[in-house]
């Protein structure tokens, strides 16, 4: 099945602990992205990355970082510099070239306390 | 700033009736129009694209455009209860690589 993977479904942590979350895609999509939902807000953009081993920063980078070694994985390491990393964190790729509609995975929902 | 806006609603219809949803959006060069669903705790669904002025159907939803207007809209006919969910508004603004920026999502509430 092809798709897109987050994991893990929820995390929990304490504050002042980095902690990473994993995107991989089987869709052979180019371009990968990071958002993090709150309620009431709108999706707001983390990092993307449309090649290997390049990412550029969205809104809301501070506090996160990402890496891109492999076409297939985008992880987001949520840093202790994130003054409120509670939130819904969806990973989204896209096929690349020309080619605008972005797909979702289900998404990870970190607490920090 | 590049915005997009909707109202968020709740829009609340009977079932059977047209839902319609709208969507406003500043960056008069944006070229690519999508409507995202999201039921709650899920993660968004893209159910429409659109690229040119005017009508696309597919199924119960029709999505419009009108560019001159900056201005896209989401109808969904016969709606059914489990239509009920979030609908996002997501808009590819000129030359802002491929990101999209998007709308704070429209609550819709169908009632049976």
């Known amino acids: 099945d092809g798709g897109i993977t987050q994991s893990p479904k929820y995390l929990f942590r304490k504050e002042g602990q980095n902690v990473t979350l994993s995107c991989e895609q089987n869709?052979?999509?180019?371009?990968m992205y990071w958002y993090r939902q709150d309620p009431g807000q709108g999706l707001r953009l983390i990092y993307y990355s449309q090649i290997v081993n390049d990412f550029q920063k969205g809104d809301i980078a501070e506090g996160y970082s990402v890496s891109r070694e492999k076409k297939e994985s985008f992880p987001l390491t949520v840093t202790s510099a994130q003054k409120n990393p509670t939130a819904f964190y969806l990973c989204?790729?896209?096929?690349?070239?020309?080619?605008?509609?972005?797909?979702f995975g289900p998404g990870t929902r970190l607490t920090v306390t | 700033q590049k915005e997009v806006e909707q109202n968020s609603g709740p829009l609340s219809v009977p079932e059977g009736a047209i839902a319609s949803l709208n969507c406003t959006y500043s960056d008069r060069g944006s070229q690519s129009f999508f409507w995202y669903r999201q039921y709650s705790g899920k993660s968004p669904e893209l159910i429409m694209s659109?690229?040119?002025?005017g009508d696309k159907e597919d199924g119960r939803f029709t999505a419009q455009l009108n560019k001159a207007s900056q201005y896209v809209s989401l109808l969904i006919r016969d709606s059914q209860p489990s239509d009920s969910a979030t609908y996002l508004c997501?808009?590819?603004?000129?030359?802002?690589?491929?990101?999209?920026?998007f709308g704070k999502g429209t609550t819709l509430s169908v009632s049976s």
């Open positions: 659109i690229y040119s002025n």
């Open positions: 989204a790729s896209r096929p690349g070239l020309g080619n605008y509609e972005q797909y």
């Open positions: 869709l052979n999509h180019d371009a």
């Open positions: 997501a808009v590819n603004p000129w030359q802002a690589g491929t990101a999209l920026i």
